[in-house]
């Protein structure tokens, strides 16, 4: 069965520092048309950085769409051409003043495939060294050390509300039940 449908024409609706609107019209499988919300975001990374004590770095900072603070993993957004991995280090350097001797790819994620076209690429650190954090200039945040096995049982306890923070940690923890050389 074919599934894919055929993008006929793309009008913006917004551009944005960090989101652009578009609406789609696109013909669906069946010959009929449909209009597409999308949502282009140029991607980002989220870095898993364990301690050599067995820690997760997170930070903790308000996320003004929720209007709460919340507890995630170190992350940001990518630069246009940008490598994910050296957005990753670059990120978790500025946020956290962590640097990684070890630094693997641990998958990507689609946040929201109904309208969003974000890929979030997801690594694992580690072999830290520690010197001052470098927050962007609109960046307030607090760095934490979370025992990994705290950190998953808050996932599973539904403490942790950030999806691409739960998918990390709860891939190193599968990782980590498995025997991985990365942990």
Known sequence: MNLKEETL??????????VNLRVDQARLPDGTKAAREV???PGGVCVAALTDRDELLFVRQFR???GEIIPELPAGKLSPGEDPAACGQRELEEETGARAARFEPLGRLYPSPGYCA????????RDLT???????????????RIPFSEAVRM?????IDD???????????????????LL
Do not use: C, M, N, W
């Open 9 to 18: 024409s793309q009008e913006y609706r917004y551009q944005g520092k960090i």
């Open 39 to 41: 949502v282009e975001h």
């Open 64 to 66: 003004y769409p929720y």
């Open 118 to 125: 974000e890929i979030i690429h997801l690594f694992a650190a």
């Open 130 to 144: 520690f010197g001052e954090a470098r927050p962007d200039e609109d960046e307030f945040l607090e760095v934490e």
């Open 155 to 159: 996932v599973l306890a539904g403490e």
């Open 163 to 181: 999806a691409k923070t739960q998918i990390a940690v709860l891939r190193l923890d599968a990782l980590r039940r498995q025997g991985s050389p």
